[in-house]
């Protein structure tokens, strides 16, 4: 094994049956080491089992998966060399926070003083210095939380998996912690590998976003990428959630597009598509609710509700209902009241 | 990974070549352990490891020297990997195979079966399977576990899969293959040839199966103890709804002395109420000659039959029924009562129209274990059953009385197997889903309904006379000890307990008394039977509630299904099995462990699955991503987190090893004779006092040890409290 290749993961035409029922069908997938990826789905999309095959709770039905070059399809979870942060974080009740810490040092043959030393260093890394002889159950969700980071990182790990670490968490936290472990995650320099289900927290962390979907991959790439030029009307819909309608291609040229939405004229990349019919994703945010003035789309408030910031509302237009995020305005607009939607830039994207 | 899979592959060839090529292959009669027998190593031929056995004319063993051979040279040729094991695995399945196929054709005089001998000529008998030839046995199965861990099954770890094979491998010899024993041996001769002469003259024997008792004769013993086990199940089923009411839902003042009865069967040898009670209601007991002597009626033996069977088995297992009952009455959720009463109706109306029918299944489970219990009582049946018993007593006396008739013991034993079994399946298929009890652990708001008046009142007065007998009952064993001839002549001594447990300090302690043998072979053999039972069951329930592997279902349906045997069954099958080669333990220390932990293991397993379902798995799979194998993470985090389900299973198998009659009477030998074997030979010779002190000395040990028990777990969870007061006080 080379020492660029440690941290590379390398899933090839991996594929994963229950009984009867076919949970991954055929799964491709290169990580580059260093690297922070998500998996992104809904539920029961597949993403914690491509996690548990790699940390190797699961055995692939074929295919073959490598860590850092090395084939470990048949390898045993104890003796590959990643290490995970559980959902619950499955952190051990009878020991102490640096006896749950030292565990796996101690797996691996380090002896008891040593072990203690180095378990004491990783808490110190997680900001949890001085608290290694309190229970789990003494502790704080957060500081839980950062048991499990710290006794899954004091391996060494080629590959950190995280299984939807921080939903068990409430939301101030969760936007607190998932910062912590980007920035351990950029400053040790580790691979990792992230399972969630929330798109917000995947854009916040990721190197890159797997968004998957019944066992396979939708669109891999940066979250730029993926909320710029979703490849389908299920990742436009999943990130960002946008709208999705209806419309017309005028005229391409120069890889931009002119693209007719009801009233409304808007050029955006062209993607390759070619003049004619198209459907497009509005993203929520960047609609404009105007009054009644022509030039847009045209449409009534169908419902609205005041949440502090912003405004949501839902709006009837002849292409459909639209869902729009209002941050500009502080007074909600009635029911029924006639509005005129615009676009703001890099609002829409086309999908190919 | 390779290294590893070769290194494990070489302690286990190296152990198989020394079982093969030192260890004698035969069974030693007056012991392994013993070593006398290396003296005479040179003169007798039986005492040879296999190898040499294979060179001085034992063909039989020269297929298994072949594939020990084989093994090692698979070993020796082959990389580590999916090939070699599955060649491995094969391999161990055809020593497997071959060891049983031998062992059971030729017996001590040659071939077992007449027509082997007519095909293949005549062949020099064999003893028993000893050292030598278990130890191979053991290598085969791991063999052709770590054989499937090459090839990656259940992700290639060989812990897991080893277990597994060890575990199959042992409850195979010994559960299934002592019944199907039992089945076999009701087909033979005495010489072991084929014959259904014995099953078709039992089979259809009038004394099991006649009716004519419903026109005024005499039932078969089948129906007597189906009709038996009828009526203690409605009874014990209706007295322990009594007990579970109203400890529940009323406002009777001693509802936590209600709860203590629970125990009681648990410390009782079963035969001990059936004793006390003839000591009250029996031709010289208390209650009759005050009665007789009141009234001048002679009352007679009416006790000694079913009548007395019945109350003795109502009394041993009502507290079984409230123990179940309590957590039907409990489940019932209250919002259902509450929402009854809303809708305008009164407390009886709720009772009966919603509370009762919620029951109805939890009712129907405790009678259908009533119905269980009742058929494999042993204990109560023997000392009350005068001349008619009911099946458990009359497979007995099919034995070990004059008529020593093997095939009729295996024909009642069966009728009783089929009667459990049904009662089990019944249980498990039938009420599987039908459970209304609604314990999701959220609390779930409001009361318990109290009992409407005209049902709290009856239920009250059924309990308290329940229990003022059960008290009397339980104080006459107590005292019974200490009472000259019972019935005769009540001054009080100390004489019983000094005869049982007499010791004597002349130049040293000697333990004088009559007891002392069985009691310390007891607790000698409960002590080492009990944390046997207690790994094998924990360790099976892990298996069971965290591995996946094919047959988990099957695999655990077939364990429970053991509890379900009769404890005379299962003593009758041992003996059938175990008697002769290829496994020869009769009379051994050994069968009456085996049987203790194999009988006892399911309940190990049902506390370790309860325990185990309470721990999240992800704990297992963090110590594995942490780099622990299975091994390391039974150890380090799975078994400090049962601890209490341990301490229970330890204790429950203790306890039970010391009660337990129906099987231990089969298997009891001059050398190894049990505390309760000997107290049933007590009372067969009418030594009343005796049998009744060393009971009372046993219910007295088991409960120091059950309330030790109590002590060492409550005490923990103190500490941990303490240990956070501290931690908040800083």
């Known amino acids: 094994m080379t020492e660029a290749r440690r941290g590379a993961v390398e899933f090839r035409n991996v594929r994963k049956e229950f009984g009867a029922f076919t949970a991954i069908p055929s799964l491709d997938l290169s990580i580059a080491p260093g690297e922070l990826v998500t998996l992104l789905g809904p539920s029961g999309c597949g993403k914690t089992t491509t996690l548990r095959m790699l940390a190797g709770l699961e055995s692939p039905t074929s295919g073959r998966i490598e860590i850092g070059g090395q084939d470990v399809t048949r390898l045993p979870a104890n003796r590959r060399d990643v290490s995970m942060v559980f959902q619950s974080y499955a952190l051990f009740p009878h020991m102490s926070v640096a006896g749950n810490v030292a565990y796996g040092l101690e797996a691996g043959g380090l002896k008891g003083p040593e072990a203690r030393a180095a378990a004491e260093k990783g808490l110190d890394l997680v900001g949890l210095g001085g608290l290694g002889d309190r229970l789990p159950a003494e502790l704080s969700g957060g500081q839980q939380q950062r048991v499990a980071v710290a006794r899954a990182l004091v391996l060494e790990p080629q590959v950190l998996l995280l299984d939807e670490p921080l939903s068990n968490l409430d939301a101030r936290l969760r936007r607190r912690v998932r910062t912590e472990i980007r920035d351990l995650q950029q400053r040790l320099g580790f691979t990792a590998v992230y399972v969630t289900h929330d798109q917000e927290e995947a854009l916040a962390v990721s190197d890159r976003i797997v968004v998957m979907r019944d066992g396979e991959i939708a669109q891999i790439g940066t979250p730029r990428e993926l909320y710029d030029a979703p490849a389908s009307e299920f990742i436009a819909d999943f990130i960002g959630e946008a709208n999705v309608v209806d419309a017309e291609i005028v005229a391409t040229s120069g890889g931009q597009a002119q693209v007719r939405l009801g009233g409304l004229l808007a050029d955006m990349p062209a993607r390759g598509l070619l003049a004619g019919p198209a459907r497009v994703a509005l993203r929520s945010n960047a609609l404009r609710v105007g009054a009644m003035t022509g030039g847009g789309l045209d449409g009534a408030v169908a419902t609205s509700a005041f949440l502090g910031d912003h405004v949501e509302y839902e709006i009837d237009s002849a292409l459909g209902r639209i869902f729009v995020i209002d941050d500009e305005s502080d007074q909600p607009l009635a029911p029924g009241t006639p509005v005129t939607l615009t676009l703001k830039p890099r609002g829409a994207a086309l999908i190919p | 990974?390779?290294?590893?899979?070769?290194?494990?592959?070489?302690?286990?060839?190296?152990?198989?070549?020394?079982?093969?090529?030192?260890?004698?292959?035969?069974?030693?009669?007056?012991?392994?352990?013993?070593?006398?027998?290396?003296?005479?190593?040179?003169?007798?031929?039986?005492?040879?490891?296999?190898?040499?056995?294979?060179?001085?004319?034992?063909?039989?063993?020269?297929?298994?020297?072949?594939?020990?051979?084989?093994?090692?040279?698979?070993?020796?040729?082959?990389?580590?990997?999916?090939?070699?094991?599955?060649?491995?695995?094969?391999?161990?399945?055809?020593?497997?195979?071959?060891?049983?196929?031998?062992?059971?054709?030729?017996?001590?005089?040659?071939?077992?079966?007449?027509?082997?001998?007519?095909?293949?000529?005549?062949?020099?008998?064999?003893?028993?399977?000893?050292?030598?030839?278990?130890?191979?046995?053991?290598?085969?199965?791991?063999?052709?576990?770590?054989?499937?861990?090459?090839?990656?099954?259940?992700?290639?770890?060989?812990?897991?899969?080893?277990?597994?094979?060890?575990?199959?491998?042992?409850?195979?010899?010994?559960?299934?293959?002592?019944?199907?024993?039992?089945?076999?041996?009701?087909?033979?001769?005495?010489?072991?040839?084929?014959?259904?002469?014995?099953?078709?003259?039992?089979?259809?024997?009038?004394?099991?199966?006649?009716?004519?008792?419903?026109?005024?004769?005499?039932?078969?013993?089948?129906?007597?103890?189906?009709?038996?086990?009828?009526?203690?199940?409605?009874?014990?089923?209706?007295?322990?709804?009594?007990?579970?009411?109203?400890?529940?839902?009323?406002?009777?003042?001693?509802?936590?002395?209600?709860?203590?009865?629970?125990?009681?069967?648990?410390?009782?040898?079963?035969?001990?109420?059936?004793?006390?009670?003839?000591?009250?209601?029996?031709?010289?007991?208390?209650?009759?000659?005050?009665?007789?002597?009141?009234?001048?009626?002679?009352?007679?033996?009416?006790?000694?039959?079913?009548?007395?069977?019945?109350?003795?088995?109502?009394?041993?297992?009502?507290?079984?029924?409230?123990?179940?009952?309590?957590?039907?009455?409990?489940?019932?959720?209250?919002?259902?009562?509450?929402?009854?009463?809303?809708?305008?109706?009164?407390?009886?109306?709720?009772?009966?129209?919603?509370?009762?029918?919620?029951?109805?299944?939890?009712?129907?489970?405790?009678?259908?274990?009533?119905?269980?219990?009742?058929?494999?009582?042993?204990?109560?049946?023997?000392?009350?059953?005068?001349?008619?018993?009911?099946?458990?007593?009359?497979?007995?006396?099919?034995?070990?009385?004059?008529?020593?008739?093997?095939?009729?013991?295996?024909?009642?034993?069966?009728?009783?197997?089929?009667?459990?079994?049904?009662?089990?399946?019944?249980?498990?298929?039938?009420?599987?889903?039908?459970?209304?009890?609604?314990?999701?652990?959220?609390?779930?708001?409001?009361?318990?309904?109290?009992?409407?008046?005209?049902?709290?009142?009856?239920?009250?007065?059924?309990?308290?006379?329940?229990?003022?007998?059960?008290?009397?009952?339980?104080?006459?064993?107590?005292?019974?000890?200490?009472?000259?001839?019972?019935?005769?002549?009540?001054?009080?001594?100390?004489?019983?307990?000094?005869?049982?447990?007499?010791?004597?300090?002349?130049?040293?302690?000697?333990?004088?008394?009559?007891?002392?043998?069985?009691?310390?072979?007891?607790?000698?053999?409960?002590?080492?039977?009990?944390?046997?039972?207690?790994?094998?069951?924990?360790?099976?329930?892990?298996?069971?509630?965290?591995?996946?592997?094919?047959?988990?279902?099957?695999?655990?349906?077939?364990?429970?299904?053991?509890?379900?045997?009769?404890?005379?069954?299962?003593?009758?099958?041992?003996?059938?099995?175990?008697?002769?080669?290829?496994?020869?333990?009769?009379?051994?220390?050994?069968?009456?462990?085996?049987?203790?932990?194999?009988?006892?293991?399911?309940?190990?397993?049902?506390?370790?699955?309860?325990?185990?379902?309470?721990?999240?798995?992800?704990?297992?799979?963090?110590?594995?991503t942490l780099g622990a194998g299975s091994g390391r993470t039974m150890r380090r985090v799975i078994l400090p987190l049962m601890r209490p389900a341990i301490l229970a299973a330890l204790v429950y198998s203790f306890v039970r090893a010391i009660t337990s009659i129906s099987a231990v009477i089969f298997l009891v030998s001059a050398k190894y004779n049990m505390a309760t074997a000997y107290i049933v030979g007590l009372v067969e010779n009418g030594e009343y006092g005796i049998a009744i002190a060393y009971s009372s000395v046993l219910i007295v040990v088991m409960i120091t040890v059950i309330g030790g028990f109590q002590l060492l777990v409550g005490e923990r969870q103190m500490r941990r409290r303490e240990h956070k007061l501290k931690e908040a006080a800083a």
């Open chain 2, 1 to 624: 990974m390779t290294s590893q899979d070769n290194r494990r592959l070489d302690l286990t060839l190296a152990a198989g070549l020394i079982a093969l090529v030192l260890m004698p292959w035969y069974r030693i009669r007056h012991g392994f352990f013993g070593f006398d027998w290396l003296a005479d190593l040179t003169t007798k031929r039986d005492l040879w490891p296999a190898l040499v056995q294979a060179v001085t004319g034992r063909w039989q063993l020269w297929p298994i020297l072949a594939l020990g051979a084989l093994a090692i040279f698979l070993r020796l040729t082959r990389a580590p990997g999916a090939s070699r094991g599955r060649a491995l695995a094969l391999t161990g399945a055809a020593g497997l195979v071959w060891m049983v196929v031998e062992g059971l054709s030729i017996g001590l005089r040659g071939w077992n079966w007449g027509l082997l001998e007519t095909t293949f000529g005549a062949v020099g008998g064999q003893p028993a399977f000893g050292a030598g030839a278990l130890i191979l046995g053991a290598i085969f199965t791991l063999m052709i576990a770590f054989g499937q861990a090459e090839r990656g099954a259940l992700k290639g770890d060989a812990f897991v899969l080893g277990s597994i094979a060890l575990l199959i491998a042992l409850v195979a010899t010994f559960v299934f293959y002592p019944i199907l024993s039992m089945f076999t041996g009701a087909f033979q001769d005495f010489d072991g040839s084929f014959t259904t002469e014995g099953v078709a003259r039992n089979i259809i024997d009038p004394k099991i199966w006649s009716l004519s008792c419903l026109t005024g004769g005499y039932c078969g013993v089948a129906w007597r103890t189906f009709f038996l086990a009828i009526c203690t199940a409605a009874g014990t089923t209706t007295l322990g709804l009594a007990f579970a009411l109203v400890a529940t839902r009323t406002a009777f003042p001693f509802k936590k002395s209600l709860r203590l009865l629970t125990v009681l069967p648990i410390i009782t040898p079963p035969f001990v109420v059936g004793l006390a009670l003839t000591m009250m209601l029996g031709r010289s007991g208390v209650v009759t000659q005050w009665i007789e002597a009141l009234t001048g009626f002679e009352l007679g033996r009416w006790l000694y039959g079913l009548t007395g069977i019945w109350i003795a088995q109502m009394l041993s297992f009502t507290p079984i029924s409230f123990l179940i009952l309590i957590g039907v009455v409990d489940g019932v959720s209250p919002s259902m009562e509450e929402a009854s009463q809303t809708l305008r109706s009164d407390r009886w109306r709720t009772f009966r129209k919603v509370s009762l029918p919620l029951m109805a299944p939890g009712l129907a489970n405790a009678f259908l274990i009533g119905f269980i219990e009742s058929m494999a009582d042993f204990g109560n049946p023997l000392v009350l059953g005068g001349s008619g018993g009911v099946l458990s007593t009359e497979i007995f006396f099919a034995v070990v009385g004059a008529q020593n008739d093997p095939a009729r013991a295996a024909v009642l034993a069966t009728v009783l197997l089929i009667f459990t079994l049904s009662a089990f399946l019944a249980q498990r298929f039938w009420l599987a889903g039908r459970n209304f009890a609604t314990v999701t652990g959220k609390g779930d708001g409001g009361r318990h309904a109290m009992l409407p008046a005209r049902v709290a009142a009856p239920v009250i007065g059924i309990v308290l006379f329940w229990g003022a007998f059960t008290i009397a009952v339980y104080a006459l064993i107590l005292f019974g000890g200490f009472v000259r001839v019972w019935g005769l002549d009540h001054s009080l001594t100390f004489e019983h307990y000094q005869r049982a447990f007499g010791v004597a300090l002349d130049g040293g302690l000697r333990w004088t008394g009559v007891a002392w043998n069985s009691f310390w072979t007891t607790m000698r053999i409960a002590l080492l039977a009990a944390p046997l039972t207690a790994a094998v069951g924990l360790l099976t329930a892990w298996l069971i509630v965290r591995q996946r592997f094919p047959g988990r279902a099957i695999f655990e349906f077939a364990l429970m299904m053991s509890f379900a045997i009769p404890g005379t069954v299962i003593g009758i099958s041992y003996i059938m099995a175990f008697n002769l080669p290829p496994v020869q333990m009769t009379g051994t220390a050994a069968i009456l462990i085996a049987c203790f932990v194999f009988r006892n293991m399911p309940v190990g397993v049902r506390g370790g699955v309860a325990a185990m379902a309470q721990l999240d798995g992800s704990l297992d799979e963090a110590s594995l």
